[in-house]
């Protein structure tokens, strides 16, 4: 046998789509190269070509195994920190002169919900508790507060709703599910309170969803 056959992949680019948070040492990917030759000249060894990204040696991403082209993480990843990676494999045989061939890998984190909402100020979801003055004469409709919140992860997982929970037998606010904002649903009358202590409740739509809440006395 003469040594005129150079590995190959079967794809030249190859995209691994990997969840956040996974574990140190777990299998990303295995890469598989074929060889026609026979014994040593085709006898394949994998190695991983570093390509520029964000001036980080590639390993402190990940490691190959240059016997079974199996690829772990070296690193827990952050989707809020690293969304993705690029590098290239290369498979080289055992022959003098060597051939070898490269497929490209794209690595994209996947996003979890490891996230809570956070409500912003001025107001607070640490425990405090806020205030808002209305008029006795409000009437249906009159905008009371609105109720910020972030979320640091993306998609559905960042996706807020707002909800209220108010003391059983009251029914004179209502909070805009998407939007945060409390109003009144009608006017006041004689027998309601003078004060109406509020727990609004923030909730993402990950899984399981993560929530923050906080208090407003109205």
């Not at 909070?175 to 003078?194: A, H, P, Q, V």
Request: hydrophobic share 35%.
């Amino acid at each position: 046998d003469v040594n005129d056959n150079a590995p190959k992949f079967q794809e030249p680019v190859i995209n691994v789509y990997l969840k956040e948070n996974s574990l140190v040492g777990s299998t990303i990917l295995k890469v598989t190269a074929h060889d026609a030759d026979i014994k040593e000249n085709a006898d394949i060894k994998y190695t991983i070509v570093d390509v520029k990204n964000n001036d980080t040696p590639l390993s402190n991403y990940i490691s190959i195994n240059a016997e079974t082209g199996e690829i772990l993480s070296a690193k827990s990843f952050n989707f809020e920190e690293f969304k993705q990676f690029r590098f290239l494999i290369q498979a080289t045989d055992s022959a003098t002169p060597a051939l070898s061939s490269s497929t490209s890998v794209n690595v994209f984190i996947l996003d979890e919900n490891d996230n809570s909402p956070v409500i912003l100020p001025p107001y607070s979801d640490q425990g405090s508790v806020n205030s808002e003055n209305i008029p006795y004469s409000a009437e249906a409709g009159y905008f009371v507060a609105k109720i910020r919140a972030v979320d640091a992860d993306s998609g559905y997982n960042a996706l807020l709703s707002y909800h209220i929970s108010e003391p059983k037998g009251t029914n004179l606010f209502r909070i805009g599910t998407s939007s945060g904002e409390i109003r009144t649903k009608r006017r006041m009358s004689d027998s309601d309170l003078k004060t109406h202590p509020l727990i609004i409740m923030v909730t993402d739509h990950g899984e399981p969803p993560l929530s923050a809440s906080m208090s407003i006395d109205v």
